[in-house]
């Protein structure tokens, strides 16, 4: 009993240190710079003078203030008057688990496991960091590719939010229908890298989330999926929805039908009024960002 719970307790203090610390890292670097005091914490510990510390400044907190997921949090009952978690759109996707392709092929068990069972030290030593962080919010790795801040663009940090948020709901509708097992259940082997979360594995909501948020932007822009910023956005989506394979988390399969969910979410908060009005704001916001079709070579002199 002693050996079991120590165990237990050495086994929980270490997930939930790495977990808990991930989630603060991310929402540390979300905030930053969003709320009141430029969202930073200063190295003090006394206030300024008497003198000048408690003249008034203002009495409103300022909307650009409030942080973005939580702002988007408050058109989702709008949105989902408008789209419902079982659109056939939505159905017409998720497929039954043993039904999912990949190009055109059907999954062995080995593809759905590629991930998480080729190259175990390399995915860790190459993914490991951006696995660990990505398992709490990454609305900041969609930031980081556009150069922006919460701050400088509000309304895209809030296209993304709403995107992610909105398909998670989504995404958790269907894993309530289907209820399939996680890798770590069906092969217990795996041993994921990460906590396996505490709801079912299909369809991958990161991959849903992802997808979501990428292709949403893609439209905010009116660009194809092809453009020099699309393609960016895209790859991020990707890596972070396989990053879940590789984590042991997920089988391919989920990541798959994720994808086409998530476009396919996307698609559908571009019909309605609250997200196309953050669209236009997001283009604005983005107008700087061109894009070109020319390659960054070592003697590019294209280069500022």
Known sequence: MAIGSGHGASHGASHGASHGASHGASSGGLNISVGPGAGSVLPVTRPLDDDVTFLRVTDGFGERNVQASLWAMTIMPTLMAEIK???????????????????????????????????????????????????????????????????????TARLIATAIHFAGYVGMHWKLVHMRARPAQVCPGVLPMIPTPPHPSYPSNHSVQAFAAAKLLVLARDETDDATVSRYLLALAERIAINRERAGVHFRSDTIIGTKLGKEVA?????????????????????????????????????P
């Open 85 to 155: 978690m079982d659109d056939p759109a939505f159905g017409a996707i998720v497929v039954e688990p043993h039904l999912v392709t990949e190009d055109g092929i059907g999954l062995t068990a080995n593809d759905e496991l590629r991930y998480v069972l080729a190259n175990r030290m390399a995915n860790l030593r190459e993914y490991g960091a951006e696995i660990v962080d990505q398992a709490g919010a990454f609305d900041h790795y969609f930031q980081h590719v556009l150069s922006i801040s919460p701050a400088t663009h509000p309304q």
């Open 267 to 303: 698609k559908k908060l571009a019909t309605t009024d609250p997200v196309r009005r953050l669209m236009a704001g997001a283009k604005a916001e983005l107008s700087n960002l061109v894009g070109t079709t020319t390659q960054v070579g070592e003697n590019d002199e294209s280069l």
